[in-house]
């Protein structure tokens, strides 16, 4: 029963709260214990409010779910657990959220704008074509804010449009593989997508994630400009999963962590960044 209940918050999904992390590392502050502390705090109440969007989400999408090749092998879907024990999680886990955020409460705002924006993806705007993409990619833009807010640092407004433009590329490849491994039949916005126009989405947002990446490494952190191959040849390995290894997968985190050479990419880059942003000059308590 407790599987159950620990598989209903979707674990192999809380890996994308990891870009909390990020404002941490850009700002030097990763080695220091309180900024890490607070970090964490984020990092651990976005892993329990989008726990509760998953678990509300499979509420919402119970019958469609129950008719889908993979989601029908979800808790709710397959009948291991019933509906009154999802809220019952969601009651436990908001709680626990409550108390966590006792400890810091300038996420509070952040927060609540992370459970209205996707309630509504939930209830409306998944099935509304290109702004479901938007959306989850607005909610990787409201997790690295809430990692800003917390540690009491500015963005900057390009790697902030870096992730929103990653996310997107990322998103629209995941709907591209829902589409090539299930056709329609577990979303209803699939129907409203094509091959092509994913592939323009898709496109477009890479160019831009490299474009803004660059220019972030150029005006803001140029000992990062030896960063910008490895992002090329992570942009151009995943279109070779699509195009040449014909690996379609529903979990972008799925493709990053099983792919080795993406791994590798992910881990170098990490490597770089985490040296160079050691021993850049300056404030270390803003990101210009």
């Known amino acids: ?103 810091n409460i300038s996420i509070l705002g952040i927060i609540i704008f992370f459970f209205i ?44 449009i870096c992730v929103f433009s990653t996310s997107l590329f990322l998103i629209s490849f995941k709907r591209l593989a829902e589409i090539k491994m299930s056709g329609s039949k577990g979303r209803q916005i699939l129907k409203k997508y094509n091959t092509e126009i994913l592939l323009k989405i898709i496109d477009v947002s890479a160019i831009c994630s490299i474009v803004f990446y660059s220019l972030y490494t150029v005006f803001v952190n140029a000992n990062l400009i030896y960063t910008i191959p490895l992002i090329f040849l992570g942009f151009f390995r995943y279109y070779y999963l699509y195009y040449t290894a014909k690996i379609f997968e529903e979990s972008p985190v799925k493709i990053i962590f099983c792919d080795k050479p993406i791994l590798i990419l992910l881990i170098l880059w990490l490597i770089i960044v985490l040296i160079n942003t050691q021993i850049l000059e300056g404030d270390n308590r803003h990101l210009r």
């Open 1 to 103: 029963m407790f599987k159950n209940y620990f598989l209903l918050t979707r674990p192999f999904q809380w890996v994308k709260n990891v870009v909390i992390f990020i404002p941490l590392i850009f700002a030097k502050k990763l080695f220091e214990l309180d900024a890490f502390v607070l970090s964490s705090i984020a990092f651990v109440s976005f892993i329990l409010a989008s726990s509760i969007i998953y678990i509300f989400n499979d509420i919402c999408d119970l019958e469609k779910d129950k008719k889908h090749p993979i989601k029908k092998n979800r808790p709710l879907a397959n009948n291991s657990l019933k509906k009154k024990d999802a809220y019952l999680l969601i009651i436990l886990l908001g709680l626990l959220l409550l108390v966590l955020l006792k400890f």
């Open 117 to 160: 924006l996707n309630i509504f993806y939930s209830l409306y705007f998944k099935n509304v074509v290109i702004i479901d993409l938007l959306i989850v990619s607005l909610s990787y833009v409201t997790r690295v804010l809430a990692g800003s807010i917390i540690i009491n640092v500015a963005l900057s407004a390009w790697l902030l």
